[in-house]
T-cell receptor, first 113, second 119 residues
Framework: EDKVVQSPLSLVVHEGDTVTLNCSYE??????LLWYKQEKKAPTFLFML????IEKKSGRLSSILDKKELSSILNITATQTGDSAIYLC?????????????FGQGTELSVKP | GAVVSQHPSRVICKSGTSVKIECRSL??????MFWYRQFPKQSLMLMAT?????????EQGVEKDKFLINHASLTLSTLTVTSAHPEDSSFYIC???????????????FGPGTRLTVL
């Protein structure tokens, strides 16, 4: 059965800290891995990764995929209280499965002032 | 960027009634729409995948007669929770995907969600 596992499930840090969130997957015919940030409402897109070893960066956030280890990490440097959210990792199996995503349980990040 | 809206954002209803939730893609044509539900502090659980003009594909354990999905146009999908009960109370989120916009990738654009409370 395809599955996506995130760790840790929750994390509390102070402003200015750097955090690393983990996502591992067991998916038949992997195609892409996506990271989302969810605050009060629906998830907002952060990154999509398809190739191993290529870092994607957006401001203080960065992410990289390791297809050998079947995992990805999401790094947030110099955290701010506005980074507090649930971070979701999702994996897309092959296109002919309708483009559906399999989500991990999420990591709840809380950044204290 | 691609925008997806949902209506209503919040609904409270009595047990036994039916509730319809709309999901619209505002600036692109959604070839596929997905419906998820999310319980507090939990991840998104995919309920069904709908392609415009065809029947929805439901995930295992999701009752298709209970959760009716219609995707009549490229910009609108609806989820009707029939004979709602308190255990159906949840956060329902739709997402939309355009094959061409996504370039064959799996990027989905999410609506803001609908909070359903069944009394």
């Amino acid at each position: 059965e395809d599955k996506v596992v995130q760790s840790p499930l929750s994390l509390v840090v102070h402003e200015g800290d750097t955090v690393t969130l983990n996502c591992s997957y067991e998916v038949t015919n992997f195609r892409s891995l996506l990271w989302y940030k969810q605050e009060k409402k629906a998830p907002t897109f952060l990154f999509m990764l398809t190739s191993s070893g290529i870092e994607k960066k957006s401001g203080r956030l960065s992410s990289i995929l390791d297809k050998k280890e079947l995992s990805s990490i999401l790094n947030i440097t110099a955290t701010q209280t506005g980074d507090s959210a649930i971070y979701l990792c999702a994996v897309g199996p092959v296109y002919n499965q309708g483009g559906k995503l399999i989500f991990g349980q999420g990591t709840e990040l809380s950044v204290k002032p | 960027g691609a925008v997806v809206s949902q209506h209503p954002s919040r609904v409270i209803c009595k047990s036994g009634t039916s509730v319809k939730i709309e999901c619209r893609s505002l600036d692109f044509q959604a070839t596929t729409m997905f419906w998820y539900r999310q319980f507090p502090k939990q991840s998104l659980m995919l309920m069904a995948t709908s392609n415009e003009g065809s029947k929805a594909t439901y995930e295992q354990g999701v009752e298709k007669d209970k959760f009716l999905i219609n995707h009549a146009s490229l910009t609108l999908s609806t989820l009707t929770v029939t004979s709602a009960h308190p255990e159906d109370s949840s956060f329902y989120i739709c997402s939309a995907r355009d094959y061409l916009l996504a370039g064959g990738s799996h990027e989905q654009f999410f609506g803001p969600g609908t909070r359903l409370t069944v009394l």
